[in-house]
């Protein structure tokens, strides 16, 4: 049985990597500090996880997290362009030198593979659609520099110290668990809560701005394959769906499967914003054998689903 790390495990992406190791059969410990993320998340799993109340701030705590532990997946860090862009420094702090004391203690600990959350916001807005890996990065945001320097961080302690890592970018990652309700929530909860208390949404900008939302089970499946996946240490990935959808595409497939007709309200654009996002998968494809298994819609019913039944309750 091996033993995983998940940083950041009582968050959305760390809660359901944890689920899927915990259904596995594998031993898992989660080291988070509940900043951003929730231990509700990983409540029905309390007797089989062991828990760390911890920040990865504090190199001796995360020495401590990776003790024993075969692999990592580090998902723990300040998420979201607008906290960036509220408090840069705490997200450099947490972002980049969390992830530089994970590597150092990865590394002294001899754990055989970092799997890195890294962020599709390292694109920033290059012009080029879909996005691969080739593309020089642009990072157009706080938060996308701290990302794109954990993302180095990872390959250079693969060449210089033989750690095996692998970074995933992320396209806009959405499902079950997602905060609704915090000002820096991400778009679909935030549009499902809103539709769910009969009100409108706001739309940042003109709508037209578009992403590649990516729904967390495939998420989950990317992480495992990179965790073991042979000749890769070292490597980045983007992992989406391939699939670009505007914001007001978005608030209307939401709308229609929520039976509501209520018509978005538009705000200024967020500073910070990347105008069109969209993945280039065919790395993952190739060398990971990723596929996503859950498209948009069915992911979109399943979350709204999830929030549902959470209502009704
Ligand atoms: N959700 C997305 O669409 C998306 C896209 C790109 C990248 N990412 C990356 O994926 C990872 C997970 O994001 P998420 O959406 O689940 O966010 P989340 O906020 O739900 O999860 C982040 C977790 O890290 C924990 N954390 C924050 N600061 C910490 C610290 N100092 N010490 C220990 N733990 C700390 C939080 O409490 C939280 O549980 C993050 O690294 C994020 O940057 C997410």
Redesign the pocket.
Known sequence: MAHYLV?????????HLVEALVEKGDRVRV????????TE?VAHLKNQIELID????ELDAVQQAVANVDYVF???????VARSVADPILSN???IN?TLNLLVAARDAGVKRVV??????AYGNTPTLPRSETLSPQPASP?AIT?YV?ECYCRVFTQVFGLETVAL??????GP???PTSQYS?VIPKFIHTYLHGNSPTIEGDGEQSRDF?YIAN?VHANLLACHAEGIAGEMFNIGCGQQTSINTLAGLIGEMMETDAKPVYTASRPGDVRHSCADIGKAQQLLGYEPKVELKAGLRRTIDWFLQRSDA
């Open positions: 940083t950041g495990g009582c968050g959305f992406v760390g809660s080291f988070d500090n509940c900043s951003t993320g929730k998340n911890g920040d990865l701030r580090h998902q723990g860090a300040r998420p979201s702090n947490v972002n969390g890195y959350a890294a962020s599709s916001s938060y990302k954990g970018r992320y396209f806009n990652i959405f668990r997602q905060n991400a990516t998420a």
